[in-house]
């Protein structure tokens, strides 16, 4: 009797392998702009399952390590990263990762550029995504924001392709008062001989190796609450590589993103520079989680792609009940729905970032201006969801194998978490949609834009009309308040799956096969499902 090994999964180049991004990339982009950037997304595509992954694989295997005191006693907070954790630094400086968003060579069309590589670097990378999320967001912030000086001096740093020259940012706005709520901030800006010293704690700050950091804090004086706030700069380290007031608390033990240095600090005087002005904090960081919630989603989207390509090469492979699984018609449906999945984030995740690109280029409408402020914490928080439970599936498909440390399988469910937690929950970002609603005037403009794009002559038009009206109604103001938050939830998620349907259909009426057969897919299930609203009735006690 032969013994009898399972075959590892084998991925290939990562774009070649990748029809859906090619369909859309060849959908939106002109002929000009993909002819220039296709070689590059292609030898970018066989990078990251080289030394790309590599570097990733070398960084998980050697999480961070925190060393508080040197052998002499003397205070040093050094966290110590693998060899690996640096080499994706280096490797994200040399593929310009942050900087073609800025330097804009095909204008508005260079977030998609951006993008595309993102979504390809980001699986194979340990979560070096993160760094790079927090860098492109003070970017922007800073560019938007800053006084003349600072930005010359920050954002050659931040947009460099040189790996000597390239720094990363951290972003500092969870307290132990909590998250999303950063009204609690206790962190205080003092104004000492004309330089703010920070004096508080950062409970949860992620990438605490980079060189800085931008950071709310209450100045002197100012008002509780989130009017009160005010956005700061930090260097982390002085010249000669030590803590400019920082005391490394501890680094977190967290579920998944085990290579990635996230830390609890004390700021005892740190200094640092006002961004913006007094009292504007809060709307001052509104561009940067405009950019991280994007980068969320991208990364959603990207891991749920790996983990679907690591399934179907495994169905390929693996013979059970006398032939492979590839054979077996409910898994090969159970794929197709995974697949169906992604595709459709990969629609409204790209969709946002063209929308950012000419937003920021000028070139975007009203009614794109609206879709852009609408969409994001929608895609946010849909592809958040979306990635857990393919993760989730997905392990399910490899069965025993799946939930086994060393096939590196169980990492795809651990660091697809927190993609619902950072940059706000679900139930956070839903209330965020209805901010965005009320004080900022967006669903009409929105919803006049997808009712404009919904192609004639299809079988779907009447139901995705008709999501859109159920939209409105569950976006209606009147009544009952509590019964409208309590709705939240169910709206954001409707918005994501209509605004999907009616891409998928676009690209569909414009030849797309394969956005025909995803569409066809997509709106066999509702699209928008009406709520329960009676939770606290349900909840009461005996």
């Known amino acids: 009797m032969s013994e009898f090994y399972q075959t590892a999964p084998a991925l290939g180049n990562q774009y070649t392998d990748d029809p859906a991004l090619r369909d859309y990339l060849a959908w939106k982009l002109p002929g ?254 509104a561009a940067m989680l405009t950019i991280t919630r994007i980068h969320n989603a991208c990364n959603a989207v990207a891991g749920m792609r790996r983990a679907i390509n690591l399934a179907r090469a495994y169905a390929a492979t693996r013979v059970a009940f006398g032939r492979p699984l590839a054979e077996h018609p409910l898994h090969v449906e159970t794929l197709a729905g995974l697949e169906v999945e992604c595709q459709g984030a990969l629609y409204l995740v790209f969709a946002l970032i063209e929308l950012l690109g000419k937003e920021e280029c000028g070139e975007a409408s009203e009614s794109e201006r609206a879709l852009l402020r609408l969409l994001t914490p929608v895609a946010k928080l849909f592809t958040g969801k979306q990635a857990v439970a393919t993760a989730s599936e997905v392990i399910e498909s490899f069965g025993g194998a799946g939930y086994v440390e060393d096939t590196g399988l169980p990492r795809l469910l651990r660091d697809a978490q927190v993609l619902s937690i950072w940059e706000g929950t679900t139930n956070v970002l839903s209330l965020d949609v209805l901010r965005a609603i009320d004080r900022d005037g967006v669903l009409g403009p929105a919803l006049a834009d997808l009712r404009r794009r919904v192609p004639a002559h299809r079988e779907e038009r009447t139901q995705i009309l008709q999501s859109l009206d159920l939209i409105e109604r569950l976006a209606d103001a009147a009544g009952d308040p509590g019964a409208r938050e309590a709705r939240a939830r169910a709206l954001a998620f409707g918005l994501a799956r209509t605004a999907i349907a009616v891409l998928l259909l676009e690209h569909a009426a414009a030849g797309s096969t394969r956005a025909a057969l995803v569409a066809r897919r997509w709106c066999a299930q509702p699209l928008v499902v009406t709520p329960a609203t009676d939770g606290a009735a349900l909840l009461q006690d005996r």
């Not at 790996?163 to 307290?175: A, D, K, L, N, V």
């Not at 680094?251 to 009292?279: F, I, M, N, Q, Y």
């Open 32 to 285: 000009s702009v993909l002819a220039s950037i296709e070689p590059s997304l292609t030898r970018l595509g066989s990078r990251v399952m080289l030394d790309v992954l590599a570097a990733g694989d070398d960084a998980e295997s050697r999480p961070p390590r925190h060393v508080p005191y040197d052998a002499w006693g003397r205070r040093v907070d050094r966290i110590e990263v693998a060899d690996g954790w640096r080499a994706l630094d280096r490797i994200a400086a040399e593929e310009g990762l942050v900087a073609i968003g800025y330097e804009r060579a095909h204008g508005a069309w260079s977030r998609v550029d951006q993008f595309a590589r993102l979504y390809l670097y980001a699986p194979s990378s340990a979560t070096y995504s993160c760094p790079l999320a927090m860098t492109d967001g003070a970017a922007r912030c800073l560019e938007l924001h800053a006084d003349p000086a600072l930005r010359d001096h920050a954002l050659p740093h931040l947009l460099s392709r040189d790996p000597s020259q390239f720094w990363t940012s951290g972003q500092w706005m969870t307290e132990r008062t909590g998250g999303s709520d950063v009204s609690g901030t206790s962190t205080v800006a003092r104004c000492e001989d004309g330089t703010y010293r920070l004096h508080g704690t950062k409970w949860f700050t992620s990438a605490t190796t980079a060189q800085v950091a931008l950071t709310l804090a209450r100045p002197d004086g100012a008002p509780s609450g989130s009017r009160g706030l005010s956005m700061f700069y930090v260097e982390l380290r002085d010249a000669a590589g030590a803590l400019r007031g920082i005391r490394v608390l501890r680094l977190k033990d967290k579920l998944g993103t085990k290579a990635l240095p996230t830390a609890e600090l004390s700021l005892e005087g740190t200094p640092a520079r006002l961004v913006g002005e007094l009292g504007r904090g809060v709307p001052t960081i």
